[in-house]
């Protein structure tokens, strides 16, 4: 014989005395004596009886409690416990409920060890804080789909593709990141996305660079002994970025060598070592004048505090009416390695602090080719202080 079901009414409830009334198959009705009322749900699991709440009356109406019967007791049937399984749909729904601010920052902070200065000038976070976290960042991680990065990303795709493709990848990063921890997201989000917005039509340049050729010249002009001079002369004897030249620390310099800690280099991925500089004569000399200008130790400071920008030596080089940038002396001091000179490849990449070679290959190479680096830059020393220099070649050692 069946069991009876909905057995009671609305009216029943309302006027309801104290105590447990039944709907049928498990559904009750709990009339407490301070007058509130919930419903719960009696069945049997693994042997053993449960109840489980299903909310307050009249929050939770007659038909709704019905109908959430209904479910928990095809959960029963499948053979699990319906408060477990309840419990666990919660847990998974407060994971996802996770927001992107906050997984993007976790992400970036495991991370911090492999980034230089453990990340401390921020351009890994930057792209994700300027571009994507005002947007998205208090969206649960969980509900981020393709849709919502196109829409993100879709103003600077074509304007700023650059800063538009690293912040796709560090949102690839961070997503890969929330996956790791347990979140339910989609992990090709960011593809499907970038397919969304399409090829972007910005096309990437070159830093502008003056030819090898032209440099001399304009380093022989730098004769007005300031800091920025200074400065821009070493930059191109030593053919190093400015980060490390501009944070020059006197007590970097031994001797002919300037040792770059490592977490100063770019350009450097699976190297843990600082990085030499060998000083040609002509670097030495300049170190020499800029030292009465140091200031805590820094051989080129800035007017007020720190150290000079690097939109300091731009600048200088704009009011010369000049397009080319500072960055750009390595590509002149490259070309002319290749161009005039024999050097071997790994030896003209070393001097540029590139790292060479694989991982094991790097393992079983210790030198760091620092002789051959040496005369090779007293010879880029004489091409630029020369009045009429000619081509000078580089001797296999």
Do not use: C
């Not at 014989?1 to 009750?28: H, I, Q, V």
């Not at 729904?93 to 993007?104: F, G, M």
């Not at 800063?163 to 796709?168: F, G, I, P, V």
């Not at 050729?213 to 004769?223: I, R, W």
């Amino acid at each position: 014989m069946a069991r009876l079901k909905n057995k009671l009414t609305n009216a029943t409830l309302k006027a309801a005395a104290p105590g447990k009334l039944s709907d049928g198959e498990g559904l009750w009705f709990l009339k407490r004596e301070d007058g509130g009322a919930q419903w719960f749900l009696r069945y049997v699991a693994y042997g053993k009886r449960h109840e489980m709440g299903l909310g307050r009356y009249p929050d939770v109406s007659l038909k709704a409690a019905r109908d959430e019967a209904e479910k928990w007791r095809a959960v029963v049937a499948a053979g699990k416990d319906a408060i477990k399984e309840r419990d666990r749909a919660r847990r998974k729904a407060q994971r996802n409920q996770n927001i992107l601010s906050d997984i993007a920052r976790d992400a970036f902070e495991s991370r911090k060890a492999e980034l230089k200065g453990d990340g401390t000038a921020g351009r890994w976070f930057s792209p994700l804080e300027l571009h994507v976290l005002p947007k998205l960042g208090k969206y649960p991680v969980s509900e981020i789909d393709q849709r919502d990065i196109r829409d993100t990303l879709a103003p600077i795709w074509h304007e700023k593709a650059d800063t538009a493709r690293k912040a796709l990848n560090r949102l690839s990063i961070v997503l890969r990141h929330a996956a790791a921890l347990g979140l339910d997201v989609d992990l090709q989000a960011t593809e499907k996305a970038k397919a969304l917005l399409g090829k972007q039509r910005h096309v990437a340049t070159n830093i502008p660079a003056l030819s090898w050729q032209e440099v001399p010249a304009f380093y022989q002009s730098l004769n007005g002994g300031a800091i920025t001079e200074l400065a821009l002369r070493l930059l191109i004897l030593t053919a190093v970025r400015s980060h490390p030249l501009r944070f020059l620390h006197i007590d970097q310099i031994s001797g002919d060598i300037w040792t770059i800690p490592a977490e100063a280099m770019k350009g450097r991925k699976g190297a843990t070592s600082d990085f030499r500089v060998p000083l040609s004569r002509e670097a030495l000399s300049v170190i020499d004048q800029a030292r009465p200008f140091a200031r805590d130790g820094f051989l080129f400071p800035s007017l007020r505090k720190g150290v000079i920008s690097d939109a300091t030596m731009s600048r200088f080089m704009e009011r010369r009416g000049m397009a080319e940038r500072p960055h750009g002396f390595r590509s002149s001091f490259r070309d002319w390695v290749a161009e005039t000179t024999n050097t071997p490849f790994d030896v003209s990449e070393t001097a540029l602090g590139h790292t060479v070679g694989g991982k094991v290959e790097r393992a079983y190479r210790r030198t760091d080719f620092l002789e051959q680096r040496r005369a090779l830059m007293e010879r880029w020393a004489v091409r630029l202080t020369s009045i009429s220099p000619g081509l000078v070649a580089f001797a296999k050692g």
